[in-house]
């Protein structure tokens, strides 16, 4: 475990892929910031119409309707200026997180040596292409490395 590396092609991809995606989640999430504000003034406008319609209303019934209806429009108002909050840009720069995780993958062994299940399984699953084979006698046999690893051997005899 400890002689297993990624290929430098691996990290060239996963740092392209990351880019690639980092760039499509923040224009989603413009995106998504821009429908929501196109929504605001839309609210806006029917609580000033209905504003117009309680001056004009002389049943007390039909106010206390339209006042509901202005409280339903005000709340969703609150709750579309806290979804805009909420949507934020990253905490921390694009090259700061992709070191971090390129980190990890650089070295499957201090993932596999935490002693952590999650980890562990994580780092089978990216390191070899089949399920390791154990013999009681023999111990582990040699294993078929993924195809992001595949430059390095590895003999666990």
């Known amino acids: 475990m400890r002689s297993i590396t990624p290929t430098p092609a691996l990290f060239k991809t996963a740092g392209t892929m990351s880019k690639s995606l980092r760039d499509a989640r923040l224009k989603q999430a413009d995106g998504y ?21 309680i001056l004009d209303a002389r049943v007390p019934s039909v106010i206390d309707a339209y006042e509901n209806r202005i409280q339903s429009l005000e709340a969703q108002k609150v709750e579309i200026t806290e979804k805009m909050a909420e949507t934020t840009k990253p905490k921390s720069s694009y090259e700061k ?7 990890f993958l650089a070295n499957p062994w201090s ?7 999650e980890l562990r399984r994580t780092v089978l699953k990216l390191a070899f292409s089949d399920r390791l084979h154990y013999s009681r006698n023999k111990g ?8 992001a690893v595949q430059d390095v051997r590895c003999d666990f005899r």
């Open 33 to 53: 910031i821009k429908a929501l504000s196109a929504e605001k003034p839309k609210i806006e406008k029917q609580v000033g119409q209905l504003l117009e319609r």
């Open 97 to 103: 997180s992709l070191r971090a995780a390129l980190g």
């Open 111 to 117: 993932l596999w040596k935490s002693r952590q299940l």
């Open 140 to 147: 582990f046999g040699t294993a078929n490395l993924s195809f």
